[in-house]
T-cell receptor, first 116, second 110 residues
């Protein structure tokens, strides 16, 4: 399967714990995005990488959230001191800039986080 | 005001019906536009891009009105398999700032 993959698919944690999610984009894609989605809402943009550079962060991304893409390939999203409000689906997507045109983003299956 | 707003839905229609979804966006610097489809508990997938000239893909037609900052999606001859949530998506700032609408839920009934 050469699509976007995410790990784990499900994570249950207790409030106050730290969690880390991984995203492996499609190999030739240089752009990688993280989103958060709650029930009944569309995905909310969290952050964006072009290669290894984090170029944009949403105000939704508090100091407890950090994302990295160290070699311009896979990415990790870490949430420290989780809160119940962090419970959501965390989606990763990737695409490639081609000829200056923004094209389709390909999404992974997501990591569903439940904070107890 | 949300940056991208969609019809709240849900839309309940019989098979064969024509249904239209509307979407408005607030940022006039928006550069590219899409409709995505999301099935229950699945990831979003691109349905179609939206161009100023309007574009059609089989039973689906998308329109963009930049002056009114308005996007639409028309589905003709609805099928049971069209039941899903339809997400309006706007890109700006060089394409990397992506805003999704909250989605409109469609139920097609036999």
């Amino acid at each position: 399967d050469t699509g976007v993959s995410q790990d784990p698919r499900h994570k249950i944690t207790k409030r106050g714990q730290n969690v880390t999610f991984r995203c492996d984009p499609i190999s030739e894609h240089n752009r990688l995005y993280w989103y958060r989605q709650t029930l009944g809402q569309g995905p909310e943009f969290l952050t964006y990488f072009q290669n290894e550079a984090q170029l944009e962060k949403s105000r939704l991304l508090s100091d407890r959230f950090s994302a990295e893409r160290p070699k311009g390939s896979f990415s990790t999203l870490e949430i420290q001191r989780t809160e119940q409000g962090d419970s959501a689906m965390y989606l990763c997507a990737s695409n490639v800039l081609s000829g200056g045109i923004t094209n389709e983003q390909f999404f992974g299956p997501g990591t569903r986080l439940t904070v107890l | 005001r949300k940056e991208v707003e969609q019809d709240p839905g849900p839309f309940n229609v019989p098979e064969g019906a024509t249904v239209a979804f509307n979407c408005t966006y607030s940022n006039s610097a928006s550069q590219s536009f899409f409709w995505y489809r999301q099935d229950c508990r699945k990831e979003p997938k691109l349905l179609m891009s939206v161009y100023s000239s309007g574009n059609e893909d089989g039973r689906f037609t998308a329109q963009l009105n930049r002056a009114s900052q308005y996007i639409s999606l028309l589905i003709r001859d609805s099928k049971l398999s069209d039941s899903a949530t339809y997400l309006c998506v706007v890109n700006f700032r060089g394409g990397f700032k992506t805003i999704f609408g909250a989605g409109t839920r469609l139920f097609v009934k036999a």
